[in-house]
């Protein structure tokens, strides 16, 4: 399987917003609390709405290396979570992982691998059980781009 050619269900478009709803954030922290104090990921799905990245959903996947200070993921339930998630009508916007007791500043395999995917949206999140800290960082065709983050309020 190529990673590349599988990114390619990212549009290309400008984001400069990362919104998570409250819901998806609710689960995104349950997740990484969970995990601690190894790292977690998962997927970002949702949509894209004149450059904000809504995210209305995310679902964790395993991280195959089960390490505190870095992640993979199984290619095969990446691929097959997407495409359930598009035939529900959600976009994939990319992934998440957590960065326990650490700021949530890319790694350099974190780097390297953003630039294998072009177009998605890496939302980091430094945890311990005091603090959490979100950054949101994007490859486009300008380069790397840091993203506002927003957390939507419960209605
Ligand atoms: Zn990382």
Redesign the pocket.
Known sequence: MNLQIDHSVVPIVKIYVLRLSREAYLDLYHHISEKYPL?ACGILLGRIENGIAIVTRILPLRNIKESRT??WIDEKEWIGKILEAQKQGLEYIGLY?S?PDAEPL??PS?RHRMLECPGEVWL?VGYSPSSLTMAAYRVGDDGYSLLSLQVQKSI
């Open positions: 790292e870095e992640f992982h960065h890319p790694s974190d980091i």
